[in-house]
């Protein structure tokens, strides 16, 4: 990946600096980066919020965060210390302009403000991304140093998303901005690449003529908890489909870059999203399922349903998506890509499995036992590594006795050090001004060109989506997706 260099100075202002993403997420990465010393030495950061916090409020809603979020046995008082003076807290109401002047004043409060890199995280809604690029504009702190950091989704649909791009682009040059999607920061992700790319053996089976199909299951046993107000207006395909899903399959099936690089990666990946097959409305009736779940039981807890979380039963927000996709290429042609994400399902696990075609021909005929086709199973979180699915022979004289096999890479046991959280990684990517993980601009307008039809026929249908128990593995209409084909998921539910 491309490295580049660590500036003396930044001013890191986080736009929903008292939001659940800044005090879960953004905070204790930071604190991470710094306590290894590798924030820029002259490093301020400043949350941004409508609270009324002067600087000692926000230390402690900090501090508290940091010893919530994290491990006792990551917070070191020393570091904690040095990353709370690091904090400031402006009280800022967006549409207010005159709130802006303090912002101003403290970005400029500093010696050669001219030399310090200034990131601007927007953890707010995308509506607003626009309107606050006006404002760093027009108060003077945008110059070709600063970085602007995109969180998603990226708009609502493909209109909203050209219409905040098209705004975030009048202030923010397209290698100044940062479109975050965090799956793409997470170790076992960017391990796909290497294996992939730093490997022989794979290369010459990837593709249609060896592997039957590809399943990317994304799970998760939480509800909308307290995101409800958002979350009705996203559902599970604006919220995890158009970014972490797609990004995922496109690590799968983009064709190798000639180097790994700040353009060439997302070239490639662009390439994928532009070959999926457009969906018609009829496509999206058999090809796409979509749920929401009931009441039932996670973890051994009886859990509400999405209409109990969200307060009213007026909604037909999907929870959980399913769909049969295809990339119309000469690598991947008749292979389907079958997507599911869900909330509430029986646990957190988030999978790629490629599935390999079964052997030309039956050597064993004999043979007792079954043979399953190989399979690579790579595990992205938790636990996360790698398995190889084979069969083998049985021990033992006789016959040929044939069993399914593994051969497992656990990263926790293989590399006997801490996994650092994707937000350490990107928040360092974003310091050093290195967009390789990052989306850019086609990337998203090409997503939401594949996954608009889909909201379309769904919005237009007269259905809604399939109840499901909480607690389990989602709608039958989602098995039957791929039973139909003959196949099934091979994932969490075995
Ligand atoms: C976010 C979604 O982008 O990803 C959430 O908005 C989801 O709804 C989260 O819970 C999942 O992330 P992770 O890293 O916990 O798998």
């Given at each position: 990946?491309?490295?580049?260099?660590?500036?003396?100075?930044?001013?890191?202002?986080?736009?929903?600096?008292t939001g659940d993403l800044a005090l879960r997420k953004l905070l204790?990465?930071?604190?991470?980066?710094?306590?290894?010393?590798?924030?820029?030495?002259?490093?301020?950061?400043?949350?941004?919020?409508?609270?009324?916090?002067?600087?000692?409020?926000?230390?402690?809603?900090?501090?508290?965060?940091?010893?919530?979020?994290?491990?006792?046995?990551?917070?070191?008082?020393?570091?904690?210390?040095?990353?709370?003076?690091?904090?400031?807290?402006?009280?800022?109401?967006?549409?207010?302009?005159?709130?802006?002047?303090?912002?101003?004043?403290?970005?400029?409060?500093?010696?050669?403000?001219?030399?310090?890199?200034?990131?601007?995280?927007?953890?707010?809604?995308?509506?607003?991304?626009?309107?606050?690029?006006?404002?760093?504009?027009?108060?003077?702190?945008?110059?070709?140093?600063?970085?602007?950091?995109?969180?998603?989704?990226?708009?609502?649909?493909?209109?909203?998303?050209?219409?905040?791009?098209?705004?975030?682009?009048?202030?923010?040059?397209?290698?100044?901005?940062?479109?975050?999607?965090?799956?793409?920061?997470?170790?076992?992700?960017?391990?796909?690449?290497?294996?992939?790319?730093?490997?022989?053996?794979?290369?010459?089976?990837?593709?249609?003529?060896?592997?039957?199909?590809?399943?990317?299951?994304?799970?998760?046993?939480?509800?909308?908890?307290?995101r409800g107000g958002y979350y009705d207006h996203a559902g599970a395909?604006?919220?995890?489909?158009?970014?972490?899903?797609?990004?995922?399959?496109?690590?799968?099936?983009?064709?190798?870059?000639?180097?790994?690089?700040?353009?060439?990666?997302?070239?490639?990946?662009?390439?994928?999203?532009?070959?999926?097959?457009?969906?018609?409305?009829?496509?999206?009736?058999?090809?796409?399922?979509?749920?929401?779940?009931?009441?039932?039981?996670?973890?051994?807890?009886?859990?509400?349903?999405?209409?109990?979380?969200?307060?009213?039963?007026?909604?037909?927000?999907?929870?959980?998506?399913?769909?049969?996709?295809?990339?119309?290429?000469?690598?991947?042609?008749?292979?389907?890509?079958?997507?599911?994400?869900?909330?509430?399902?029986?646990?957190?696990?988030?999978?790629?499995?490629?599935?390999f075609k079964a052997p030309p021909h039956a050597m064993f005929p004999?043979?007792?036992?079954?043979?399953?086709?190989?399979?690579?199973?790579?595990?992205?979180?938790?636990?996360?590594?790698?398995?190889?699915?084979?069969?083998?022979?049985?021990?033992?004289?006789?016959?040929?006795?044939?069993?399914?096999?593994?051969?497992?890479?656990?990263?926790?046991?293989?590399?006997?050090?801490?996994?650092?959280?994707?937000?350490?990684?990107?928040?360092?990517?974003?310091?050093?001004?290195?967009?390789?993980?990052?989306?850019?601009?086609?990337?998203?307008?090409?997503?939401?060109?594949?996954?608009?039809?889909?909201?379309?026929?769904?919005?237009?249908?007269?259905?809604?989506?399939?109840?499901?128990?909480?607690?389990?593995?989602?709608?039958?209409?989602?098995?039957?997706?791929?039973?139909?084909?003959?196949?099934?998921?091979?994932?969490?539910?075995?």
């Amino acid at each position: 990946m491309d490295q580049t260099a660590v500036p003396d100075q930044c001013d890191f202002t986080v736009f929903g600096g008292t939001g659940d993403l800044a005090l879960r997420k953004l905070l204790p990465a930071l604190y991470l980066r710094d306590h290894e010393g590798q924030l820029p030495r002259d490093t301020r950061i400043i949350g941004v919020s409508r609270a009324e916090l002067d600087d000692a409020g926000y230390r402690d809603a900090v501090r508290a965060a940091l010893t919530t979020h994290l491990p006792a046995g990551d917070l070191d008082d020393g570091s904690v210390e040095r990353l709370l003076a690091r904090l400031h807290h402006v009280a800022l109401d967006v549409e207010h302009p005159d709130d802006w002047h303090q912002l101003h004043s403290l970005l400029k409060d500093r010696p050669a403000p001219e030399l310090t890199s200034r990131v601007f995280y927007l953890a707010v809604a995308p509506a607003l991304f626009g309107s606050i690029s006006r404002h760093l504009d027009e108060i003077g702190v945008v110059d070709e140093r600063s970085r602007v950091v995109l969180e998603k989704p990226i708009g609502k649909d493909l209109a909203s998303a050209l219409a905040v791009n098209d705004a975030v682009g009048q202030v923010f040059d397209e290698s100044q901005i940062f479109r975050i999607d965090h799956y793409l920061g997470k170790e076992s992700v960017q391990n796909l690449l290497v294996t992939r790319f730093a490997n022989t053996f794979l290369e010459p089976l990837w593709n249609s003529r060896w592997v039957d199909h590809v399943q990317i299951t994304v799970a998760e046993s939480l509800g909308v908890g307290e995101r409800g107000g958002y979350y009705d207006h996203a559902g599970a395909m604006r919220d995890m489909v158009q970014n972490h899903l797609l990004q995922l399959l496109c690590l799968v099936a983009m064709e190798p870059p000639t180097h790994v690089g700040r353009e060439t990666v997302r070239d490639e990946k662009l390439k994928v999203l532009q070959a999926l097959k457009p969906m018609t409305a009829e496509d999206v009736a058999s090809e796409t399922v979509r749920g929401r779940y009931d009441r039932g039981r996670v973890d051994g807890e009886e859990v509400a349903s999405y209409a109990e979380d969200l307060g009213h039963d007026d909604s037909a927000t999907e929870t959980f998506v399913a769909l049969r996709a295809e990339v119309q290429n000469w690598r991947w042609a008749g292979v389907p890509f079958y997507l599911r994400t869900g909330k509430r399902m029986a646990r957190r696990t988030s999978e790629i499995v490629v599935v390999f075609k079964a052997p030309p021909h039956a050597m064993f005929p004999h043979s007792e036992g079954v043979t399953e086709p190989n399979r690579l199973h790579i595990q992205v979180q938790p636990d996360e590594g790698m398995r190889l699915h084979l069969t083998a022979k049985e021990p033992g004289p006789g016959g040929i006795r044939l069993r399914p096999v593994s051969l497992d890479l656990n990263y926790a046991t293989a590399f006997a050090q801490r996994l650092p959280d994707a937000y350490e990684r990107l928040l360092m990517d974003v310091i050093k001004g290195n967009p390789t993980l990052f989306m850019r601009r086609d990337e998203v307008e090409a997503a939401w060109t594949w996954v608009e039809p889909i909201l379309t026929a769904w919005a237009t249908s007269p259905g809604r989506p399939d109840p499901y128990r909480a607690g389990g593995t989602g709608p039958d209409a989602a098995t039957a997706l791929l039973e139909r084909d003959g196949r099934s998921w091979q994932a969490h539910d075995r």
